[in-house]
């Protein structure tokens, strides 16, 4: 019987398959090691394979597809009321089949091997940057058991290590120097990494023209552009701006009912790192429109009736809108006329 639509539940090593014809009625169902995944897909026919969008799976889709198969990835939390009673692999196989069939799922786009290692590059240099706080408040927490404080900030910081690094100081005890100098040395060359990750991303930024059109919005850097490069694998995906707005997270979660409009906070789903970078560039933004009203008359009218973080996400929101805007059309951004005054 042809097979005409899969199910695949990935793993580390065992894999489900669950696969129906075009009535619907189970054909296959079984499991594959690792090493006879590939090879099982070989001897198929062209079918239409679903998998959920979780680890590993961007890579298996760029495989399966190599044999002529039609791969879709789903968000998992779209494919789980599809999952009969119980919790094993085999049901959830049949949920991915049964998922991947609906006119209304949708569709992770598959990344390729060039955008996940540009990825990869800010995943590590943020894991770098969460490692170097917590070797700096590590610092500060053994200084100051021992009465030694410092202001907060960089330069604070830097009086720590400067203190630690003078043997001649005779406030800091010679077994608790010996303990800060390996924190600071850790620190160091954590930073030393850092600085190699950052101008890699500046040469890949400076290499995509995409990214450096992303980098002329204001509030949006060269961490941000290429971000958004690596993650968007394309823009057309999205009917407009708003909702790629809404994909990242920006928008208010609804919970209305009865035809009555109830909006709470941002919906925070999507993904975190853009929509953590994107309210950091708009708080920057923020700090100018205070400096120089003129030049930021909307921002101006926001911050007087809004608190400054609830303004910070809105324009995030409005930088998320342009730079799909910019990624769709091929264009720069171009900054809007002020308004006449009244």
């Known amino acids: 019987m042809q097979i005409t639509t899969i199910g695949l539940d990935i793993a580390k090593t065992t894999f489900q398959v669950h696969g129906v014809d075009g009535e619907g009625k189970v054909v296959v169902a079984k499991r594959l090691r690792r090493g006879r995944v590939l090879g099982f897909f070989e001897k198929l026919g062209s079918c239409l394979v679903g998998m959920e969008a979780c680890a590993t799976s961007h890579h298996w889709a760029r495989e399966i597809a190599r044999h002529g198969h039609e791969v879709r990835l789903m968000p998992p939390g779209y494919v789980k009321p599809y999952v009969k009673r119980g919790k094993n692999d085999a049901a959830d196989a049949a949920a991915i089949c049964e998922a991947v069939r609906r006119p209304s799922m949708r569709f992770v786009p598959v990344k390729s091997a060039a955008q996940q290692s540009a990825l990869m590059l800010h995943r590590t240099r943020d894991l770098l940057i969460w490692q170097r706080t917590q070797l700096i408040n590590a610092l500060r927490g053994h200084l100051a058991e021992l009465g ?170 409005k930088m998320a809108r342009t730079a799909w805007a910019v990624l769709a059309r091929g264009e720069s951004y171009r900054a809007s006329a002020p308004a006449a005054a009244p």
Not at 167 to 172: A, P, S
Not at 246 to 255: F, N, Y
């Open 148 to 317: 030694l404080v410092a202001a907060k900030g960089r330069e604070g910081v830097a009086r720590l290590l400067a203190l630690v690094a003078d043997q001649g100081d005779e406030r800091l005890p010679a077994l608790a120097r010996f303990a800060c100098q390996a924190l600071m040395g850790q620190l160091a060359a954590l930073q030393g990494q850092i600085g190699v990750l950052e101008r890699r991303l500046h040469a890949e930024h400076r290499a995509n023209e995409a990214s450096r059109r992303l980098e002329t919005i204001p509030g949006i850097g060269v961490i941000t552009a290429s971000a958004l490069v690596g993650t968007v694998t394309d823009p057309a995906a999205f009917r407009s701006g708003r909702e790629f707005a809404a994909w990242i997270g920006l928008v208010p979660r609804q919970t209305s009912t009865g035809g009555k409009a109830r909006l709470g906070r941002i919906s925070k789903q999507g993904d975190r790192y853009l929509r953590r970078l994107l309210v950091a560039g708009a708080l920057a933004v923020l700090k100018q429109a205070r400096a120089r009203p003129d030049k930021h008359p909307w921002l101006t009218r926001l911050l007087a009736r809004r608190p400054a973080k609830v303004a910070a996400v809105a324009l995030a929101n």
